[in-house]
């Protein structure tokens, strides 16, 4: 089974739309993490978490807002989608101490479009 | 605030050939990660620097660290075609990680 999981894989809204992606991780991670992926822009950060009460915002949160239910789930919710939310997102989580060259682990994405 | 720029953003390459993809970021960055990713995938780890002059190889990769000029890079030795992939820098400052827009290779037979 995969380490960190995200449901749905693909999903296609309507502008206006309320839609929440899901991620999952059993890797028992601290830190958890939200990116969008568009060509030519690399990944951006949306908002990152170190536990159910300390969540930040990353480089570009306006329009997202996110929920640590537990330290194994993270949703990133789009409250109102607009098709320039159109995007590839991924999750990531890594451990919060450090002790040697430790990574961050991703999940394998989900596409959404905004019609 | 931290941020990262690639260079280039696009490479086309022969097989046999070397070339290294440049990482510079803005500010301080506790640890400096390379992942490479193919299309229609995930990112998977390369490398994970933490201090200056770190160098780590892997096959015909190779990273390295110069904190004093806030670089990194990717040499990539011998190209063959497998290679061909994105490949993205990233710096990490208190846990914020933040992603190169990546250098897209592909390697010509």
């Known amino acids: 089974d995969a380490d960190v999981t995200q449901t749905p894989r693909n999903r296609i809204t309507k502008t206006g739309k309320r839609i929440m992606l899901e991620c999952s991780q059993t890797k028992g991670h601290d830190r958890m993490y939200w990116y969008r992926q568009d060509p030519g822009l690399g990944l951006r950060l949306i908002y990152y978490?170190?536990?159910?009460?300390?969540?930040n915002k990353g480089e570009i949160s306006d329009g997202y807002s996110v929920s640590r239910q537990a330290q194994a789930k993270f949703s990133l919710s789009l409250e109102s989608a607009i098709p320039n939310q159109t995007a590839l997102y991924f999750c990531a989580t890594g451990p919060r101490v450090r002790l040697g060259p430790d990574t961050q682990y991703f999940g394998p994405g989900t596409r959404l479009t905004v019609l | 605030e931290l941020k990262v720029e690639q260079n280039p953003l696009f490479l086309s390459m022969q097989e046999g050939k070397n070339y290294t993809i440049y990482c510079n970021y803005s500010t301080t960055s506790d640890r400096l990660y390379w992942y490479r990713q193919d299309p229609g995938k995930s990112l998977e780890s390369l490398f994970v620097?933490?201090?200056?002059?770190a160098v780590k190889q892997e096959g015909r990769l190779m990273a390295s660290l110069d904190t004093k000029a806030r670089l990194s890079t990717l040499h990539i030795t011998a190209a063959v075609h497998d290679l061909s992939a994105t490949y993205f820098c990233a710096g990490d400052r208190d846990d914020k990680i933040i992603f190169g827009k990546g250098t897209r290779l592909h390697i010509l037979p």
């Open positions: 620097l933490l201090s200056n002059g």
């Open positions: 978490s170190f536990d159910v009460k300390d969540i």
